[in-house]
Every structure is written in C-alpha cells, then in structure tokens.
C-alpha cells in the first residue's frame, strides 16, 4: 500500500449492524489511495488517526453496546490467536451485552482454562460463559 507502513503492526477488524470496527495502530505519511479496481469507495471520514484507546470498551463507550460487544469480541478472540497455549482459531467467540459465549473444541483442559481466564480479563467482559468442550473427553 501506497504511503502506509504496517510493519509489525496489527488491526483487528469486527464488524456489526452495518458497522465496521479498525482497532491497531499504523502509521502514515498519507492516506492510502482507495482501490477502485475493487470497488471500494474512498473512506467518508478523512480525519488523522490518533492512538488507539487502552481497551475497546474505553474507546467506544456512548457508541452503543452492539459495537462495544464486537469490539470485546475482537479484543478476545486476538488473545486468544495469540496466546500459544490456545487453539484461538478453534474457538468461537461470540458477546451480548459483555457477556461473552466461548464455544468449540479444545485440545486439553488447561487449554479451556487458558481461554476463561483469558476472556474474563478482557476489558469490558461482565461474564464469561465458558462452552468449550474437549476434543476425546466431556
């Protein structure tokens, strides 16, 4: 992409009601040029990006709750990925008023434990609600 430098950097996107979520950090010298080849239309909002909020439910408080619930959603289900003792692909995220739902099969059940603890210290979560069966056991 022209004029933005995404080393080492990570976005995570979520999406709700219609809404699409960026949360990261890039920097840029300028905006890139939207890709009308694909059909994408430049961005309506041409603002500068400033640094990212410390937890999602921070960021988007007054937004209302479906985009804070996506953004919890995200929040999550990046630790998860990242963490090495997760399966974070494997397991489904999902979150409805903070209350977050994790589904799926996991290897072992340290590794269910890794994803309640996990999920219960993400900002923003209420209550976890933990679903995660492993895989040749109950």
Known sequence: MRGLDMTKRIVEIASAAALVLC??????AEPPAPN?????????DQGTVSAPAKEPAEAFTGVGQTLIDAAITTSVRSKLISNPSTSGRN????????VVVLSGRVGSA???????????NTKGVKDVRNGLMIEGGS
């Open 23 to 28: 949360m990261g950090a890039a920097s840029a």
């Open 36 to 44: 009308n080849d694909a059909g994408i239309s430049a961005p309506r």
């Open 91 to 98: 397991i489904k995220v999902t979150t409805e008023d903070g």
């Open 110 to 120: 340290t590794e269910k434990s890794v994803a309640l603890e996990i999920a219960s």
